[in-house]
Every structure is written in structure tokens, then in C-alpha cells.
């Protein structure tokens, strides 16, 4: 209909998986791909495509948002794993057309975004199905103990031409740290596999075509067990990897977790994610117990909202509770999502300020805009 369409995504890999993806699937539009890896004048060329209108589909990663990006005509925004995106980051995008529609994907919802629909910030789709042929992942908790016997079991998935993917624990938020602890343990595992598995390692700090051709030789099965730091966690797409292992699974939130499990089950084979943790908090080993109990994110939302609390709705917060007069969201959850289906209705009604029926409604929130 004469307008642009943005697609934003967290990484670079995502970015240029789906720009290859979407090539196929639209041949006769003309796709941009903008990323923070771009040469100078391949940058202005795409910036001037963007601003010209003759780009009717951007993919990109946060540089869609950055001052300079001009869109002709940007008519409808995706965000694609919207939960690693700010508020802020959202809204800018928002901002760069004329009030586009907004699309929002994620296969964790995260409590904030559990919290909005209970206001009717968001209208939200629920797709409940397994793609066809793809099978429920198993996940299984274990102790540090027994690794060596998940290890022994993992080679011989291995050898029935299986892939894993083994995930450094999250230390602090410290990038060195990360990145000391996925080498020593990319190490331990060459040595373990010597001469029955390919060993790889994949981590932040890595140039941007070094971690290009370590996941094309994941991907062309050149390598068996990709070590790596959180960078895996979303756009990643290896349908003959069956295996994750997270180590130290404790320290991550249950969203990163069912992220980072998301890696595998993407074929047709028989998938498992394996939780290596000896939590000491109840909190850990809660989360732990809910991963292995479902796969489905929205349980994992909810029960990642009781344990967390969900946000400040109209801020930019992530955690603690809303403070209702009357109100608990958590427990009372099904009440405000009819009552907002009611304020819906009732809002959609011509003049419905004067309706006997609901005036009481339009006093109340006339004497509250008058005190506010």
C-alpha cells in the first residue's frame, strides 16, 4: 500500500538470517539490511535507499533507531524478540513513522508484557502449536556430579550424527568473566571429546566474521559441541543440534533459560535440554523444577511474574509489583482481564459519558483528572 515495513532484531546473526530468509519469500520487494557492522559508504547508500522510500522492507538490529535513519514512509514495525529490547529502544522506533503498527514476537513474554495486557496496552496472539513434525523438548535438572555420566551419554548422541550446545555460565554481568569461564570449559570439553568430537567455541568479543564461519561450521556440521557464552541465545537456527547443556543454569532468569532451550528442538528429531545447577537459594531451585515441569512460555511468564513481580506498566522499570488500590495482579489476573474487556466495550460506545448506566463511572473519572 505505498508504505515501509521495519523489522528490528537483537543481533546481527538474526538480522542477516532473516534478511536471506525474507529475500526468498518477498522476490519482488526491494529489502535493505542495516546492521552496526556496515562499511561507511555501504551505510550511506542503505541510509539513502531508507530515506528515498525505495527500501519497502528493512531488516535491521538497535541501528534502525539511531538518529540519521529516515524512513519515507514507515508504516509497520516488527520487533522481533521484543523482550531484549528497552522500552525506550521501542518507542524511538515507534517514533520514526507516523503511528505505524506495531508487531511485537517473542516466545518468552515476559512479565512486564504479561502485566500490559491486563491495561489493553497490547492485543495478544497466542500460537500454541509445535510446528509440524517437531517434537516437546525433554529437560532434565542435574547436579555438577553427575556430569561426567551426561557427558558420557552425550557422545553417544553424538555419534548418531546428533550437535549440542554447551552454554557458560553467567557471571556477574562481566563480559571477561564470561568469556574466561566458556575457554576454560571449551578446554576441558576438547580434551573430554579428543578424537571422538569437533569442539568449538563461540563468544562476544569475536569479530563479527569469525563468529559468521564458526556458526556456518556448526551449521555444515564441520563441528559436533559449540561451546558458548549467552551471544547463542536467540537467532539461531541449526535444526540437527538436539542437545543443550546449560551449566550453572541457576544463574540465568527462566526467560533467558526457555530462550536458550528455544536453540534446540528445531528439527525433527528427539531434543533435550540439560540444566546443570546446585542451586542454594529456594528461588534457583524453583526455577529449575518450573523448566523441567513445561515448555510453554506463558506459564514460564506467570510463574516468572509471581516470583519476580511484573513491572511498572507505564515506566520503564522491569520488576517489582504495581501498587493497586483494590487490586493484586498476580492473583487476580482473570478479574482485570475482563474487566478490561468491559472498559473496552464500554469506551467503544458513542457519547457513553452521558449513559445513565455508566455516568457514575464518568463522575469517578472526572473528579480523578480534576485531582490529578
Request: proline share 4%; net charge negative; glycine share 8%.
Amino acid at each position: 500500500a505505498g508504505y515501509q515495513a521495519a523489522l528490528m532484531v537483537p543481533t546481527e546473526i538474526l538480522a542477516e538470517q532473516h534478511f536471506e530468509s525474507l529475500q526468498n519469500l518477498f522476490p519482488d520487494l526491494k529489502l535493505a539490511l542495516l546492521t552496526g557492522s556496515l562499511k561507511a559508504a555501504e551505510k550511506r547508500e542503505v541510509l539513502e535507499t531508507i530515506a528515498k522510500g525505495e527500501a519497502d522492507l528493512i531488516i535491521g538490529t538497535h541501528a534502525l533507531i539511531q538518529d540519521g535513519v529516515d524512513y519515507a514512509r514507515l508504516g509497520l514495525i516488527i520487533i522481533d524478540e521484543q523482550h531484549r529490547f528497552g522500552v525506550g529502544q521501542r518507542r524511538v522506533l515507534r517514533e520514526k513513522g507516523d503511528n505505524p503498527d506495531v508487531l511485537m514476537m517473542t516466545a518468552t513474554p515476559i512479565p512486564r508484557t504479561l502485566a500490559i495486557t491486563a491495561f489493553g496496552d497490547m492485543d495478544v496472539s497466542i500460537i500454541d502449536q509445535m510446528p509440524a513434525g517437531r517434537k516437546p523438548i525433554v529437560t532434565r535438572w542435574i547436579k555438577h556430579e553427575q556430569l561426567p555420566q551426561v557427558l558420557t551419554w552425550l557422545e553417544g548422541e553424538i555419534q548418531k550424527g546428533s550437535q549440542a550446545y554447551v552454554i557458560s555460565p553467567l557471571i556477574e554481568e562481566s563480559e571477561a568473566l564470561d568469556l574466561k569461564n566458556a575457554i576454560a570449559l571449551s578446554e576441558e570439553l576438547t580434551a573430554h571429546f579428543a578424537g571422538k568430537a569437533e569442539v568449538a567455541l563461540l563468544h562476544g568479543k569475536m569479530k563479527s566474521d569469525e563468529k559468521d564461519q564458526i556458526m556456518q561450521d556448526f551449521k555444515e556440521r564441520k563441528t559436533d559441541i559449540l561451546v558458548s557464552t549467552t551471544v547463542i541465545e536467540v537467532g539461531v537456527n541449526v535444526p540437527n543440534a538436539t542437545v543443550m547443556i546449560i551449566m550453572d543454569a541457576d544463574r540465568f532468569g527462566l526467560s533467558q533459560l526457555h530462550q536458550l532451550r528455544g536453540r534446540v528442538g528445531r528439527g525433527d528429531k528427539q531434543s533435550y535440554a540439560v540444566l546443570v545447577a546446585n542451586p542454594k537459594t529456594d528461588s534457583g531451585k524453583d526455577r529449575m523444577r518450573i523448566m523441567t515441569e513445561t515448555t510453554n512460555g506463558f506459564v514460564l511468564a506467570e510463574e516468572d511474574l509471581k516470583m519476580r513481580g511484573s513491572g511498572e506498566i507505564f515506566g520503564t522499570r522491569q520488576s517489582g509489583i504495581p501498587e493497586f488500590q483494590v487490586a493484586d495482579i498476580i492473583e487476580d489476573f482473570p478479574i482485570l482481564e475482563e474487566a478490561r474487556k468491559v472498559a473496552s466495550y464500554i469506551s467503544s460506545i458513542e457519547g457513553w459519558q452521558e449513559d445513565p448506566e455508566w455516568r457514575m463511572i464518568a463522575l469517578h473519572m472526572e473528579k480523578k483528572e480534576h485531582l490529578d
